[in-house]
């Protein structure tokens, strides 16, 4: 196994006290977060984020993409549970790295649009892995989840390692006239599941 747990804290948040714990993956050096809230370890299905690193969105306010407020709904909808994960997998830029994210940007500014830019660079449309999910969630003792996205893909790397889906829910928010082409992409070519009726606030 490369992913090794270090430690845990509190993490007092706008949406309530989680604790977080932080990875060290030992082959890619990268540190990966989870933040919880509730007894996430007592066997029942824990409403789980699988959250790729999107440092634009998340941290800078970009609205280029929906990942921000993605973030944003599911640290409310956990809070409003009581319980919950979110595994904040440090793989930017859909695993390409935040400058060639940039450098795709820059090409998508020319017409490109997001799966074309990837490849345009050398790249496949999506070169995330999934694998450090198992021993994240071994760590938390977390078995069952039902899944905050859109993104059947995850549904099926989760089931490939073992991890039981109870239940997919949408994750729907973010849309605004900037990235209407991006997740128009994301629907036509990578297979996002986009409800008809639009974003919705709470569960779908
Ligand atoms: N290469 C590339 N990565 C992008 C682009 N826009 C966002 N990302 C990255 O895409 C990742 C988020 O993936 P998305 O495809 O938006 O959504 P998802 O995580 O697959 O699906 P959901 O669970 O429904 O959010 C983050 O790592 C972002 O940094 C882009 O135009 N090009
Ligand atoms: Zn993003």
Redesign the pocket.
């Known amino acids: 196994m490369t992913l090794r747990f270090v430690e845990s804290s509190k993490l007092p948040t706008r949406w309530g006290v989680f604790d977080i714990h932080g990875f060290e993956d030992t082959v890619s050096d990268k540190e990966h977060v989870a933040i919880t809230m509730g007894d996430v370890a007592d066997g029942e299905p824990v409403l789980l984020r ?5 440092l634009t ?1 998340d941290a800078l306010f970009s609205v ?4 921000g407020a ?1 973030l944003e709904e599911a640290m409310r909808r956990i809070s409003a549970d009581g319980r919950g994960a979110i595994l904040y997998l440090r ?4 695993g ?1 790295g935040l400058i ?2 940039i450098k ?2 820059h090409l ?1 500014d020319q017409g490109a649009d ?1 799966v074309e ?2 490849e345009k660079l050398g790249f496949g449309a999506d070169m995330r892995d999934y694998s450090i999910c198992r021993s994240m969630l071994r760590h938390l003792n977390i078995g069952q989840v039902r899944l905050l ?3 059947p ?2 549904v099926e790397a989760l089931q490939q390692l073992d991890i039981h889906v109870a239940e997919r829910l949408a ?1 729907q928010t973010g849309r605004n006239p900037h990235n209407l082409y ?1 997740l128009a992409t ?1 629907a036509g070519k ?1 297979g ?1 599941l986009f409800d008809e009726q639009g974003e919705s606030e709470g569960e779908n």
């Open positions: 699988i959250h790729s690193e999107c969105g280029r993409c929906d990942c993605q793989q930017e830029g859909r390409i060639n994210k795709a940007y998508q997001t830019a990837n996205t859109n993104n893909r995850k994750l991006y994301k990578l996002h």
